[in-house]
């Protein structure tokens, strides 16, 4: 398994990221939708990185800048084909160390409050990410939760 940033051309990371957003409107309302579209992933204060294995895509992470302390989890993804198989666990790692790498004291992420999220849930709870109050532009939402970790 490799990581590498990338640059959200069309493929197999847009297929990937499509999924995504299909799975969240299977599982969320519309208002407690939270991931963001392929244009969105390619805005300045977004940095996406995709896990391969080979010419295989396993996976995605990204990073949104909240500001120069604080950066925000985004867009983890798995492949359907390689759930279960340490892909999260490898990007999320990742995705810690380059927070630190940019000098960022704290990292947060939103998740769906729901059954279909729990593993999500446990993965960021093992890494350390605690429960807080909603950050940046979010409101409460019965729909989702929030979690944070100090760098």
């Given amino acids: 398994m490799y990581i590498q940033q990338d640059e959200l051309k069309d493929g197999p990371i847009a297929q990937l990221i499509a999924a995504h957003l299909e799975e969240m409107k299977e599982h969320s309302p519309p208002e407690s939708i939270h991931a963001l579209p392929l244009d969105d992933l390619k805005k300045r204060e ?69 059954a279909f999220f729990e593993p999500a849930r446990r993965l960021y709870e093992s890494f350390g990410f605690q429960y807080c109050p909603p950050f940046g532009s979010y409101q409460e939402d019965p729909n989702s939760l929030f979690m944070t970790k100090e760098l």
């Avoid at 940095?47 to 800048?65: F, N």
């Avoid at 198989?85 to 999320?92: D, I, N, R, S, Y």
Wanted: glycine share 10%; with cysteine; proline share 0%.
């Fill in 46 to 114: 977004v940095t996406v990185w995709s896990v391969w294995d080979g010419e295989e895509l396993l996976g995605c992470g990204a990073i949104k800048e909240q500001s120069s302390e604080h950066g925000e989890i985004k867009s983890m993804r798995t492949a359907a084909l390689h759930m279960r198989k340490g892909v999260a666990k490898h990007m999320l790692t990742h995705l810690l160390q380059e927070a630190k790498r940019r000098g960022y004291t704290r990292v947060s992420l939103e998740t769906g409050a729901m």
